[in-house]
């Protein structure tokens, strides 16, 4: 895949206060990547730097091949960008507004009907954003980021205000864009929402970057435990069931339910023993550690060494 945003060890300071501290990374065509970090953490920082928005203080930014901070950023008419609080002329009516920005995009005026349909808007098309709901202001802001097929779409907290059936449709147009081979970033506090949403995650807090990897790779660094649960069958549900696994560590959960923590490489040989332990086991569930837990881990590791 070629890179289509690269980072290398930039800073960016304001009066003096570090906001981005030598942070180096690339981001890939047909990748969607989760940006995560409490508030400060320097999320925002990082996308108007990509954006060209404001200048890094040392280190080099290139997106699609160019300087963003430049003078002539050509490369800007292919990204999309949804910032966390979107603005609007509120005396355009939202299928105005939707025109106006493809015609700063040069994208097909054509377009402006599927996307206000795909965040929910075409009953609202033709009312003025004054009299839209801050959600609904989200929602206009999601669709004039996605104007022009953008191969590069910096997403900042995208699906505030959007209820469950609107934030399935935002993913799927996502992944539709994705699959198309663009590079979609995605700044987020709903780390649960974005697990299994994206194929990296980039972790950053006080302004430096402190874990990058997919999940998968995120879990084998952190070496955090897998919860593993079996519900057992038989028994009387009021008192429960004796069961021999409770000597090896098991904790019981409720009468025929319990549960054990085990380390990464040790998954197989402690189902093996619970299978075995001399009771009907009727239903288990292995679950690895979350986006939060490992959010929660790489902090703690980060204020550790400090």
């Known amino acids: 895949m070629a890179d289509t945003v690269h980072l290398d060890s930039v800073t960016k300071t304001y009066r003096g206060a570090v906001a981005v501290k030598d942070v180096s990374l690339i981001l890939r ?38 300087n963003p901070s430049a003078g002539e950023f050509a490369a800007r008419r292919r990204l999309g960008y949804l910032p966390e609080n979107v603005s609007f002329n509120m005396a355009l009516t939202g299928r105005e507004t939707l025109g106006f920005y493809a015609r700063l995009k040069r994208a097909s005026l054509g377009d402006v009907a599927w996307l206000l349909e795909s965040v929910g808007l075409t009953a609202a ?14 929602r206009l802001g999601l669709a004039q980021a996605l104007l022009g097929d953008p191969r590069v779409l910096l997403l900042d907290e995208p699906t505030t205000g959007l209820d469950p059936a609107l934030r399935n449709s935002f993913y799927d147009i996502v992944e539709g864009l994705r699959a198309r081979g663009a590079t979609v970033l995605l700044s987020s506090h709903a ?8 194929d990296r995650v980039i972790i950053v807090n006080r302004g430096i970057k402190i874990a990058d990897g997919t999940i998968d790779e995120l879990r084998g660094i952190a070496r955090l435990p897998t919860r593993i649960r079996v519900r057992l069958a038989g028994g009387d549900p009021a008192s429960g069931i004796d069961w021999p696994g409770e000597a090896l560590g098991w904790r019981r959960v409720n ?35 979350t986006l939060d837990a490992l959010y929660a881990h790489f902090l703690g590791q980060q204020e550790t060494v400090q």
């Not at 780390?191 to 994206?198: R, S, V």
């Open 255 to 289: 009468g025929h339910s319990f549960e054990i923590d085990a380390a990464p490489e040790e998954k197989i040989s402690v189902l093996r023993k619970a299978t075995s332990a001399g009771a009907p086991v009727a239903d288990i569930d292995v679950l690895p550690p």
């Open 191 to 198: 780390l649960t929402e974005l697990e299994g949403k994206a």
């Open 29 to 66: 065509e047909g990748e969607t990547i989760a940006l995560v970090g409490h508030n400060g953490a320097g999320k925002t920082t990082l996308i108007k730097l990509m954006l060209g928005l404001i200048r890094p203080s040392g280190g080099g930014v290139r997106v699609l091949g160019e």
């Open 125 to 138: 098309a033709d009312r003025r954003v004054g009299g839209y709901s801050k959600g609904m202001r989200q």
